[in-house]
Each structure stands twice: as C-alpha cells, then as structure tokens.
C-alpha cells in the first residue's frame, strides 16, 4: 500500500495528450513538491519532473508537471512509442520523516 | 558524467548481514545528499535511506530502522548501507540514488542501476 496514490495503468495512442494523477494528504503533496521518475523497461528510474513542474535538462517539453492541494499530474503531449515506461510520483511526507513514492503507472502506448 | 555503481548485492540468510557500497563519479560527491531506494522486481520504489552531505544527519524508512546503517566516506566518493538482521521482505533491487542538494530532501537526480539482494534460506 503506497502512501501516494496513482491509477496503476494508463495508455493513449501517438500523439496524443495522457495525463497521470497522484492523489497524496496534507503531510505530503500539500506540503511539500512533488518529483516524477520514468522507468523504462529494465533501467534505473529516471527524473522527469521536479519540484512539481520543472524539467531537468535533457527532458522533452513534451512531459510536464502540475500540482493542486494535494494532488499532482503528470501530462504527455504528443505520446511517443518510447514513452512506454512505468511513472512514479514522490514527494516528502513531514509525518513519515522522509520521501514517498506513488504505486507507479504503467504506461501503453497502443 | 556522473556514475554510481552499486555492488556487495547477493544471497544471504535470513538474520544474516551484508554491506552494500556505491562508487561515485563525475561530481562533486562531498557537495550532496545521497540514498537508498529499493525496488522489489516488478514491484514499486521504497526509500530506504539517506544521508546529509557531511554525514551529519542520517535518516531511515520505518521498516529498516534500527536494522540498517547508512554511511559514507568523502575521501572516497563512496556510499554505505550496513544491513543486519536481514529479512525475506528486504529482498529487492538496491539502487543508490544521489540527491540534489546537500540535505536529505528525496529528490533523486541521478540512479546507479541497482545491485540485487536476497534473502532466502
């Protein structure tokens, strides 16, 4: 059971737009910024979003970030077939004393 | 380019010990925080543990505390987790993560690709 909440799949066709929620409490997302990795297949975990909308150098602008209370999306814009990864959201928890991670969604692209 | 190789991964039994390290490259290793997430195959990601940049301030999950011990050495660009009292449930990839900032914040930029440990009799 993740402390942070994320539907566990997703899946869109290229070109189009798909968004992933994070759904968190108030000692976590309403508190503090929220990151999204990408796992592609067999890798390490990769960042994508921080602090709720950035992009790391690199990162498509394709992939971009929002957060609203206590909760955060993820948008994909123009799917691509290798965007088929798995998405983590995180986010310090105040409560916990440390990050936390989403269940992870699963994306398709069909 | 930064790299971080993790090694000391394998089979052990349960209650047993092992000792994880990371090598790190390519930055300034001093200059920031770093982890231990974990990754059961097929499953989510678990923080496992942090450290400040100088050491100085440590912190751990609630299912590893007391059990494991996070270190680090400078000198060497090189990070530590000691795990005692091994269970079947710490089964999972281990992967070192760096921080981007000196304090223990969570926000992993960098990964290394993970060593495996299992715990089985």
């Known amino acids: 059971q993740s402390v942070l909440t994320q539907p566990p799949s997703a899946s869109g066709t290229p070109g189009q737009r798909v968004t992933i929620s994070c759904s968190g409490s108030?000692?976590?997302?309403?508190?503090?910024?929220v990151n999204w990795y990408q796992q592609l297949p067999g890798t390490a975990p990769k960042l994508l979003i921080y602090s709720n909308n950035q992009r790391p150098s690199g990162v498509p602008d394709r992939f971009s970030g929002s957060k609203s209370g206590t909760s955060a999306s993820l948008a994909i814009s123009g799917l691509q077939s290798e965007d088929e990864a798995d998405y983590y959201c995180?986010?310090?928890?105040?409560?916990?004393?440390?990050?936390?991670f989403g269940g992870g969604t699963k994306l398709t692209v069909l | 380019e930064v790299q971080l190789v993790e090694s000391g991964g394998g089979l052990v039994q349960p209650g047993r010990s092992l000792r994880l390290s990371c090598a790190a490259s390519?930055?300034?290793?001093?200059?920031?925080?770093m982890h231990w997430v974990r990754q059961i195959p097929g499953k989510g990601l678990e923080w496992v543990s942090g450290i400040s940049w100088n050491g100085g301030i440590t912190g751990y999950a609630d299912s590893v505390k007391g059990r494991f011990t996070i270190s680090r050495d400078n000198a060497k660009n090189s990070l530590y987790l000691q795990m005692n009292s091994l269970r079947a449930e710490d089964t999972a990839l281990y992967y070192c993560?760096?921080?981007?900032?000196?304090?223990?914040?969570?926000?992993?930029?960098?990964w290394g690709q993970g060593t495996l440990v299992t715990v089985s009799s």
């Open positions: 993560a760096k921080d981007i900032k000196r304090g223990i914040y969570g926000d992993f930029d960098y």
């Open positions: 108030s000692s976590n997302i309403g508190r503090n910024t």
């Open positions: 390519g930055f300034s290793f001093d200059d920031y925080a």
């Open positions: 995180a986010a310090w928890d105040d409560s916990l004393n440390g990050p936390v």
